[in-house]
Nanobody, 128 residues
Framework: QVQLVESGGGLVQDRGSLRLSCATS????????VAWFRQTPGKEREFLAT????????SYGDSVKGRFTIARDNAKKTVSLQMSNLRPEDTAVYYC?????????????????????WGQGTQVTVSS
């Protein structure tokens, strides 16, 4: 079992920046990948980014490429999502998620069912 807790959400102005953090715990000998997703009411969860255990592999969703950056610090057991040039359409609840299997230098797909463990989410609101 991997526990995840997101933080860093809040209200930001149009074209602003925000940094989300995901604190992980549990499964000390596993090498899980971590991803960020977001969801708005009535819509499916949208894949944003994923990162391998080693940090050597990353992948981004088309809507955030060039604006968001995922990174991890395994010593601190955190995964961050740096978001820039935020727009009102980026308003959503943001979730981090971890895989059940090991992904040392590979990454899983962008489907939400590739990730077994989820945080509770943090709200990001971008005002126009």
């Amino acid at each position: 079992q991997v526990q995840l807790v997101e933080s860093g959400g809040g209200l930001v102005q149009d074209r602003g920046s925000l940094r989300l953090s995901c604190a992980t715990s549990g499964r000390p000998f596993s090498q899980y990948a971590v991803a960020w997703f977001r969801q708005t009411p009535g819509k499916e969860r949208e894949f944003l980014a994923t990162i391998s255990w080693s940090g050597s592999r990353t992948s981004y969703g088309d809507s955030v490429k060039g604006r968001f950056t995922i990174a991890r610090d395994n010593a601190k057991k955190t995964v961050s999502l740096q978001m820039s040039n935020l727009r009102p359409e980026d308003t959503a609840v943001y979730y981090c998620a971890a895989t059940r299997g090991d992904y040392y230098s590979t990454i899983p797909g962008s489907e939400s069912n590739a990730y077994a463990y989820w945080g509770q989410g943090t709200q990001v609101t971008v005002s126009s």
